[in-house]
């Protein structure tokens, strides 16, 4: 078992081994996020039309 973790790790480039990456979630998160607010942008016309 311990020799299956050290392949596991040897995947990552060695540049690139010290890097810590977020978890992916919160890049799901951030990326809804940013398109919520790229619409209300460009549409607010549109959206706030429907409340009138």
């Known amino acids: 078992m311990p020799?299956?973790?050290?392949?596991?790790?040897?995947?990552?480039?060695t540049k690139m081994?010290?890097?810590v990456f977020p978890k992916a979630k919160y890049g799901v998160i951030i990326a809804v996020?940013?398109?919520?607010c790229v619409n209300l942008i460009?549409?607010?016309e549109t959206i706030f039309s429907f409340f009138k």
């Not at 020799?3 to 480039?13: F, Q, T, V, Y």
Request: avoid cysteine; hydrophobic fraction near 35%; aromatic fraction near 4%.
């Open 3 to 13: 020799e299956e973790d050290n392949n596991n790790e040897e995947l990552r480039p």
């Open 33 to 36: 996020i940013i398109i919520i």
């Open 42 to 44: 460009l549409y607010k």
């Open 17 to 19: 081994r010290g890097v």
